[in-house]
């Protein structure tokens, strides 16, 4: 294969530009359809069999502020919306995250006969915003020649509300039932048994300050309301109370967790609650793909770059389709009523910390997730 139309999964070829012009031409010049196309609420984008634009409605020029269509002709949909993955390998649809794009697979599946409906998440390169998108894909003959249509719905709303109304509820949910729970003992006991049960009343309480200021905090952070702060910190007492924090939960599902030897002791400056958040929830996570019995490790050193790596580890290892959509908004390994965890470790992390956030997940080795952070 030639090199320059290397792909890890969709088809890289591209029509010339005079090729490209033409068939904008083919569309733009039906004033009919122009109008029609224009008339119509949702996001119109045309594609050839290559999967490039040739036209855009009104609609999705306004959304994502383009003034003149013509610089768009070409592109993928991954490329118009800015997606940090349309860079890779030789653009839109030809790295191995595209393989989970619903996007790029409602285009591709969709038939003469069919259309295909999918939905997906992709983040703009430069701008950080996440955009939400349902894409329903469909064949379309014009003046005797094949072409697609995609209608794109912006459904970032509709996820964003579900989403955080689904957690929000479900972690509130599961935390009152247990200080009800605890309450109910207290009452059957007598007053000299009562203090053994405080300790984790105290526990729940603060978890459920900690959930309702986390959802709080996030929502402010995709709102870009969020002001953060600059807290003077040490490395190791900043650790040592996060495990804190998630210790009593660990030994109540007999797992442990553990800060590895020999850390690393650094003074810096970052905003504590956003990196508790971050820190907390990769925790948490690994604490949730564990089974009775098992080890987490927790430790932190600095590089020679000045960077701060406050790192996770637990033996568990993700399948290679999670790993390609960790960091997606919606996406989670726990079912329908999770997720936003690692969509948000990452937000707050790149958008505020000014950091980054990666992770390994490999056989023998289990996974390991690192936030970086300046110091």
Not at 127 to 132: E, L
Not at 221 to 247: C, G, T
Request: hydrophobic residues 35%; negative net charge.
């Amino acid at each position: 294969m030639d090199g320059s139309l290397y792909t890890c999964f969709a088809s890289a070829e591209r029509s010339p530009k005079d090729e490209i012009l033409r068939q904008y031409r083919v569309i733009a010049g039906d004033n009919e359809l122009v109008v029609i196309l224009n008339g119509v609420a949702s996001m119109i984008c045309v594609l050839n069999n290559n999967r490039q634009v040739v036209f855009l409605n009104k609609t999705i020029l306004d959304l994502l502020n383009i003034t003149d269509m013509h610089q768009t002709l070409g592109q993928r949909v991954g490329e118009l919306f800015g997606c940090h993955h349309a860079c890779d390998i030789n653009g839109c649809g030809t790295s191995q995250y595209c393989s989970v794009c619903g996007a790029l697979l409602s285009v591709l599946n969709c038939t003469k006969e069919k259309a295909s409906i999918e939905e997906c998440s992709m983040t703009n390169d430069e701008t950080q915003v996440t955009f939400d998108l349902r894409v329903h894909s469909s064949h379309i003959h014009i003046y005797n020649e094949n072409f697609i249509i995609c209608s794109i719905f912006d459904i970032g709303n509709e996820k964003r509300r579900d989403a955080m109304e689904r957690i929000f509820f479900h972690d509130i949910m599961n935390t009152v039932n247990g200080i009800n729970g605890i309450a109910t003992t207290m009452d059957s006991f007598g007053i000299y048994e009562q203090p053994m049960y405080m300790s984790y009343l105290t526990l729940l309480l603060n978890s459920l300050k900690d959930q309702i200021n986390s959802h709080r905090v996030l929502t402010m952070a995709e709102k870009n309301e969020y002001q953060p702060e600059q807290h003077v910190l040490s490395s190791i007492d900043f650790v040592s109370e996060e495990v804190e924090k998630y210790r009593q939960k660990a030994d109540t599902e007999a797992k442990e967790i553990r800060l590895v030897d020999n850390l690393e002791n650094h003074t810096f400056f970052s905003d504590k609650i956003l990196l508790s958040r971050v820190l907390g929830n990769m925790i948490k996570n690994a604490l949730e793909a564990e089974q009775s019995g098992a080890v987490i490790d927790v430790g932190v050193q600095k590089d020679a770059d000045g960077y701060l790596h406050f790192w996770v580890h637990n033996d568990s290892v993700m399948s290679e389709k999670d790993k390609l959509q960790v960091f997606n908004r919606s996406f989670s390994t726990k079912g329908q009523n999770r997720g936003l965890g690692t969509y948000s470790m990452k937000l707050l992390t790149e958008k505020y910390l000014k950091g980054v956030i990666i992770f390994n997940s490999n056989h023998g080795k289990g996974t390991v997730f690192t936030v970086k952070i300046p110091v």
